[in-house]
């Protein structure tokens, strides 16, 4: 039986934003080891979670093509003989994917730490949510994510306020990492990258103004105009700092906690703009 289940189970998840991001070697698996000092941003979806007669899964707001990530957590976690009942799960979808604020990955964490909370047991499904589910999963609110994503050392938090910009094009992440060998003549160094990460992290922290922030996958964003426009009105807006999160499409800027302005960004291109 499922603990608590009178009631339905509303969850919180979360998103993240990648203060640094440095990609490293490829790796023999096809993944490439990254360096990355990683911020939670404050909740920008919800889940909810009930008791039915079979499994649901219902999603308002943005769409997701595919198999969802809560599906495949909750199907290899069945696999591994937990006798979860049949669920009906509402998602409240604010992040549109292929962002890079890895809301997929949040969903998953929550999902998991949900089914975890009613009485079962989740490990065999943490690598369901993704690379950065480890982060989500840690509870950390600032980490240095290094790996594949999978090695997460939490790191002082850093108190900020954040203004994030979904544009109205996706980024594969998979094109995106194939992309980027082919640009660059040698990967980062991991270790220059976790002391450049600290450095940021300091200066942040300090409210100290950074700007652009170190990400690999600048040199694939440097083909659109519409980023230096955005990062030069976070500049005027006096943002401590500013860049892209993951591979993109999303950039952001951030401000000492409470001090983010209200401002004015209305061109065609954007298609999302979340307020953290």
Known sequence: MMAAAVSPLTVPSYAKINLTLRIGPRRPDGYHELTSLVWRT??????????????????????????????????????EGENVPPLATALDKRVPPGSGLGAGSGNGAAFLQAIETLGFQIAVARDAA???????????????????????????????S??????????????AYARLDG?????????????????????????????????????????????????????????????????GSAAFGVWPFGKAPELELNEPWIRTILRL
Not at 45 to 72: F, H, M, W, Y
Not at 136 to 143: E, I, P
């Open 183 to 247: 640009l660059r003549a040698k990967p980062q160094d991991m270790e220059e990258a976790q002391r450049e990460a600290m450095r940021v992290l300091d200066a942040l922290c300090a409210g100290e103004k950074v700007g652009l922030l170190p990400n690999d996958f600048l040199a694939l964003a440097a083909e659109r105009a519409e980023y230096g426009e955005l990062f030069a009105a976070f500049s005027d807006a006096g943002a401590l700092a500013w860049g892209l999160t993951g591979s």
């Open 162 to 175: 954040c203004i994030a910009v979904c544009p109205n094009w996706p980024t594969n992440t998979a094109r």
């Open 42 to 79: 404050p909740p920008v979806e919800s889940l909810t979670i009930a008791p039915a007669a079979r499994d649901a899964l219902s999603v308002t707001g943005c769409q997701i093509e595919g198999e969802n990530v809560l599906v495949k957590a909750l199907r290899m976690i069945r696999a």
């Open 130 to 160: 993704g690379a950065d589910g480890y982060f989500f999963l840690s509870g950390a609110q600032t980490a240095l994510m290094r790996g594949i994503g999978n090695d997460v050392t939490p790191c002082r938090a850093a108190e900020l």
